[in-house]
Structures are given as C-alpha cells and as structure tokens.
C-alpha cells in the first residue's frame, strides 16, 4: 500500500510505481473525483490515446447506478 503526505500548499506526489503503472507524465491533467470521502484522481486522455484501453476491462464495480446520467 503506498501513502503520501500533503503539504502546507495541499500538494501530494504521486508514488513512481503507481505513476508508472497509470502512465501519467508530467504535464498530464487528471479529474478528480469525490465520493463518501474519497478522492479518486483519474488521468485524463485523448480520444486518439485511448483506442485499445479498454481490451479486457473488467467494468464490474466501475460506476454506481448514482454516477449515471
């Protein structure tokens, strides 16, 4: 389990495993999303960069019913 520290400014760094396994680069902007308290940061991609993510992706448990539009 990796934790992280905030900082005076509420900055926390990423660990590099977890910033490796996501492929989050400098630069990149992420979403972030709040739910019962916990924050969910998700990269956000290109149209063009995502083609093929989603091969094998196991959706069970991705969204509530509540996030639906």
Request: charged share 30%; proline share 4%; hydrophobic share 40%.
């Amino acid at each position: 389990m990796n934790t992280v520290k905030v900082s005076k400014k509420y900055q926390v760094v990423i660990p590099e495993n977890l910033r490796h396994e996501a492929h989050i680069k400098p630069g990149d902007k992420m979403m972030v999303i709040a739910k019962h308290g916990i924050l969910q940061y998700v990269p956000i991609h290109s149209i063009k960069e995502t083609k093929g993510m989603i091969r094998g992706l196991d959706v069970t448990a991705l969204r509530d019913k509540t996030d639906r539009i």
